[in-house]
């Protein structure tokens, strides 16, 4: 069913950048483009969005003219274009005057198909572009026009003028934010109401989804290492000392890991990341400073020492792993710690409310009982209608078990200790722990000390979690992170209902290498 354009481009697609099909929806895409109409792409981080102006700034006539709040990263870019043999440039404010003249005269002279600018170095661009005959305007991170989206850019917010000096020009608008409100409001900003707009599917099929509690956390990626010796991946910590400490770690273990923060020197920063890219350096234990603008397609797995803060974040970050479509692991571990953590960071920030809503997603993904893909797909508002069969929990669903008696026991523990006491102490005297602090409040003497030493301390964590999650038990995060009962706990304890929770995995190495058929 290919039309002629698309066949047309598909030599292109193969004689300049050596592929030999298109992917998903870049085929489409760039047959709208190529017919001058304007566009949204949303197509999720390494899904292949440049293609879809590259290709057809191949064809039009004149310049397509990328806009890009990356300054950073468009050299890069534009020297991937030249080595493919592809006249392309970029003008933008790290550039000496006499650069930018230079520049100025080759798109003048039409001696280039793509020029990169950032959006504030555009009016320096003004009478060039407007004598110029321009075919297309790819506008990149278009989300950074919106203040809906998580990286509003003033300077993006007169782009509005492209539209309207440049009327007959196609506008394609790019973006991996998937967020209706803020795809609406990129529309209208960019005075393009009537685009249309290519949603791509955000599943990264290839990528397995797991989540662990925190638990022997070095001596379980060290069991997912061994049976991934040569395999490239990026371990992510919560801070710049845990990075540094990871990579000794392993180190120690005998992997090749380094560590990656904003405070290294620029040098080594560039150093290391090579070294990753050429396959020369295994791991990188990084904080989120690492990834942007990386183009490795064999990253194989992608740990997350901690949790991070919000599901955007963790998407983009597993995002790294498996672009060459092969298979690859997303290994989160969840720590009651990290999320207290993260509620402190967040007490003192703005828009609080927002990010403790973020933060209270993610912990629900991280808890959950049923498949983490839809879950998580369901975060950006795309809706699986069945379970993937390809995350942990679909690999080994939970068992639910009647858990009334236990319920009953960690909330009268609650009672008996006034709500006044975090989930550690309440453990301890489930345990019928001997330890100070215990005979110092004297909880050695209340009658639910010691009703439930049966079960480990950790058990206690994943069932007592459990019933937070279920709402019986918040967490009062301004009172020393004291157990409270919700007003669904009274059901609990005086009107016996049905409590039905999970049993914590046993084996939680066996369960992490899904074999696919
Ligand atoms: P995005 O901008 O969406 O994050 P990129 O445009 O950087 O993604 O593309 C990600 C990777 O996919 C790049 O290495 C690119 O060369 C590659 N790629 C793009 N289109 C194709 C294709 N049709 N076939 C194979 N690889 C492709
Ligand atoms: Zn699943």
Not at 28 to 42: C, N, R
Request: aromatic share 10%; with cysteine.
């Amino acid at each position: 069913m290919a039309s002629q354009v698309i066949t047309n481009s598909l030599s292109h697609l193969k004689k300049y950048f050596g592929y030999d099909s298109f992917r998903k929806d870049q085929a489409e895409i760039i047959e709208h483009v190529l017919s001058g109409k304007d566009a949204l792409v949303v197509m999720p981080t390494g899904g292949g969005k440049s293609m879809c102006f590259q290709l057809p700034a191949l064809k039009f006539e004149g310049l397509t003219l990328v806009i890009s709040p990356l300054i950073a990263l468009m050299k890069d870019q534009v020297d991937g274009l030249k080595s493919n043999g592809i006249p392309a440039d970029f003008y933008n404010s790290t550039q000496t005057p006499e650069v930018q003249l230079e520049i100025k005269s080759k798109v003048a002279n039409r001696d280039i198909k793509l020029l990169y600018t950032a959006p504030e170095s555009l009016s320096g661009l003004q009478e060039i572009l407007s004598e110029t005959y321009i075919s297309c305007v790819a506008v990149d991170e278009a989300h950074c026009i919106s203040s809906w989206g998580h990286d509003f850019r003033p300077s993006y917010q007169q782009l509005g003028f492209l539209k309207k000096s440049l009327p007959k020009t196609p506008i394609i608008a790019l973006t991996a934010t998937a967020d209706k409100t803020t795809r609406k409001d990129i529309l209208k900003q960019l005075g393009i109401p009537k685009a249309k707009a290519f949603l791509s599917s955000f599943d990264r099929e290839n990528i397995f989804l797991e989540v662990r509690v925190a638990d022997k956390r070095l001596k379980q990626i060290e069991n997912f290492l061994l049976r991934r010796k040569d395999e490239a991946g990026i371990a992510y910590c919560l801070s710049r000392k845990s990075t540094e400490k990871l990579a000794k770690d392993l180190t120690k273990k005998g992997f090749k890991a380094k560590a990656y923060h904003a405070g290294l020197p620029s040098e080594e920063r560039s150093k290391i990341q090579e070294e990753f890219v050429y396959d020369k350096t295994q791991i990188i234990c990084a904080t989120v400073a690492f990834g942007m603008g990386i183009d490795k397609s064999n990253v194989r797995w992608v740990i997350h020492y901690n949790m991070p803060k919000n599901l955007e974040g963790y998407y983009q970050e597993i995002g790294r792993a498996g672009r060459d479509g092969l298979q690859a692991n997303a290994l989160m571990f969840h720590s009651y710690a990290d999320v207290i953590q993260y509620k402190r960071f967040i007490e003192n920030s703005m828009n609080q409310k927002v990010q403790e809503a973020k933060l209270d997603r993610i912990k629900q993904f991280a808890e959950a009982t049923s498949c983490r893909r839809r879950i998580l797909l369901g975060y950006f508002g795309e809706h699986l209608t069945e379970n993937c069969g390809f995350c942990d929990v679909c690999k080994n669903p939970p068992r639910f078990f009647d858990a009334k008696l236990i319920a009953q026991k960690a909330l009268s523990a609650v009672a008996r200790a006034k709500q006044k006491e975090p989930m550690g102490m309440i453990i301890d005297i489930l345990r019928g722990a001997k330890n100070a602090a215990i005979y110092d409040k004297g909880y050695q003497n209340i009658k639910t000390y010691g009703i439930g030493d049966g079960i480990s301390w950790r058990d206690w964590q994943h069932y007592i979690l459990q019933l937070t999650n279920l709402g019986y038990i918040e967490i009062a995060f301004h009172r020393g992170n004291a157990l409270e009962f919700t007003p669904l706990a009274k059901k609990v304890l005086f009107e016996d209902e049905q409590v039905w929770l999970t049993k914590p995995k046993q084996d939680q190495v066996s369960s992490s290498q899904p074999k696919q058929t």
